[in-house]
């Protein structure tokens, strides 16, 4: 009997992890190559705890809403939900990260957006790209006025343009091609590059960007 309990112990504990205090479940098994401890220890030494805000559990496993929404992972009510499908350590990293920055996002909303000056620095750079993009693609109508995340305008990066392209166009534009496809994800596409890649390529291409992130950092420590 013993031995048995302490079988369902033991995949309890397995399935239940802490990441500074945050609760993580892992509802569906993850693949045999990834070592989920280590993914949540690098991410607690990567981003501090105080950060964290916003977000009271992380669920590991695949969500109808995953389905519908063709996404990898999603923040809705305080919580993170990440797909289980997942092809390497670094990419449930990155996926994990990028959900903690729209955490952020709604706590510290009013510094990251209050004066307009994120929102300006966004579509300066859509305008630079709408301008290469129409050489090829007919560009949304809207591509230079909506920073707002728009379903028509993310179609039109990932499957007109594509992002192999959409990544070489935009190379000394944008972060990643991603991040054009909407003022929230060029925050949280910063937000990545600041804890997993290098900041001063964020002060030099968004300075703007690199101040909020900043600004916040400073804000969410005190």
Not at 94 to 100: N, T
Not at 174 to 179: T, V
């Amino acid at each position: 009997m013993w031995i048995q309990e302490s079988i369902k112990k033991g995949k309890r504990m397995k399935d239940h992890y802490n990441m500074n205090g945050v609760d993580i479940f892992i509802k569906d098994p993850l693949p045999d190559n990834i070592d989920a401890e280590f993914v949540f220890d690098y991410i607690s030494t990567r981003v501090p705890f105080y950060l964290l805000v916003n977000i009271d559990v992380v669920y590991v496993g695949l969500f109808p809403e995953m389905v519908e929404r063709d996404i990898n992972a999603f923040y809705e009510n305080d919580a993170i939900y990440v797909t289980n499908d997942q092809e390497d350590e670094m990419d449930m990293i990155e996926d994990i990260i990028h959900e903690i920055s729209h955490a952020v996002e709604k706590s510290v909303g009013d510094i990251i957006y209050g004066d307009g000056a994120l929102q300006r620095e966004f579509m300066a750079k859509r305008s630079r790209l709408s301008d290469l993009l129409s050489q090829k693609f007919d560009v949304p109508s809207d591509f230079n006025i909506n920073f707002e995340y728009d379903k028509d305008i993310d179609s039109f990066l990932f499957k007109v343009v594509g992002y192999d392209i959409l990544n070489q166009v935009s190379t000394n534009i944008f972060l990643s091609g991603y991040a054009a496809t909407s003022l929230s994800e060029y925050w949280a596409m910063g937000f990545e590059e600041m804890f997993l890649g290098d900041p001063t390529k964020i002060k030099k291409m968004c300075p703007v960007l690199y101040n909020r992130l900043a600004m916040t950092i400073k804000e969410l420590k005190e």
